[in-house]
T-cell receptor, first 113, second 114 residues
Framework: GENVEQHPSTLSVQEGDSAVIKCTYSDSASNYFPWYKQELGKRPQLIIDIRSNVGEKKDQRIAVTLNKTAKHFSLHITETQPEDSAVYFCAAIFTGTASKLTFGTGTRLQVTL | GAGVSQSPRYKVAKRGQDVALRCDPISGHVSLFWYQQALGQGPEFLTYFQNEAQLDKSGLPSDRFFAERPEGSVSTLKIQRTQQEDSAVYLC????????????FGPGTRLTVT
């Protein structure tokens, strides 16, 4: 079945350091991998996504890498700031599942001063 | 422009009551999704509409859950005879294309069943 695993569950970094969150997906075809940021009590906000024909994508301090052979993808945040503190979810759309997102379990990122 | 909106934002229901949750997608978005998010968990898929057609309802947890989108825009998720395990945030998302395209979420409805 379709499954996405996410690590770590919590991550604490000092302001200015980098943060890396990793996800692996199950042995099913998948071609779309978005990342969402969710602040407490707020909606999930799409921050970056990558499609299967691309290995890496950057947007300012955020980057995502995809390794289709190993079936894993990662979120990289550089020069972290306190406002980056939130829960981050990776997700995937598996082929043949009518576009539904399958989410990872989330990573609570805490950026300390 | 306006994003996805949902109402009510908060709903408290006594066990056994019926509830109706509304979603207004981004104007012109073809696809509409409902997800359920339990406390401390990631959203889990409930059902999917393409225009007015409900193409996937495999995530609905029981026959007490029913969703509709009769005119291909606003959608309503109805839960009959609510149970305590139905307590969660119900999120709606919309997308302007089918397939692997961005889904934008509404703020959710927090349902508490007492």
């Amino acid at each position: 079945g379709e499954n996405v695993e996410q690590h770590p569950s919590t991550l604490s970094v000092q302001e200015g350091d980098s943060a890396v969150i990793k996800c692996t997906y199950s042995d099913s075809a998948s071609n779309y991998f978005p990342w969402y940021k969710q602040e407490l009590g707020k909606r999930p906000q799409l921050i970056i996504d990558i499609r299967s024909n691309v290995g890496e994508k950057k947007d300012q301090r955020i980057a995502v890498t995809l390794n289709k052979t190993a079936k894993h993808f990662s979120l990289h945040i550089t020069e972290t700031q306190p406002e980056d503190s939130a829960v981050y979810f990776c997700a995937a759309i598996f082929t043949g599942t009518a576009s539904k997102l399958t989410f990872g379990t989330g990573t609570r990122l805490q950026v300390t001063l | 422009g306006a994003g996805v909106s949902q109402s009510p934002r908060y709903k408290v229901a006594k066990r056994g009551q019926d509830v109706a949750l509304r979603c207004d997608p981004i104007s012109g978005h073809v696809s509409l999704f409902w997800y359920q998010q339990a406390l401390g968990q990631g959203p889990e898929f409930l059902t999917y509409f393409q225009n007015e057609a409900q193409l996937d309802k495999s995530g609905l947890p029981s026959d007490r859950f029913f969703a509709e989108r009769p005119e291909g825009s606003v959608s309503t998720l109805k839960i009959q005879r609510t149970q305590q395990e139905d307590s969660a945030v119900y999120l709606c998302a919309s997308s302007n294309r089918t397939g692997t395209y961005e889904q934008y979420f509404g703020p959710g409805t927090r349902l508490t069943v007492t």
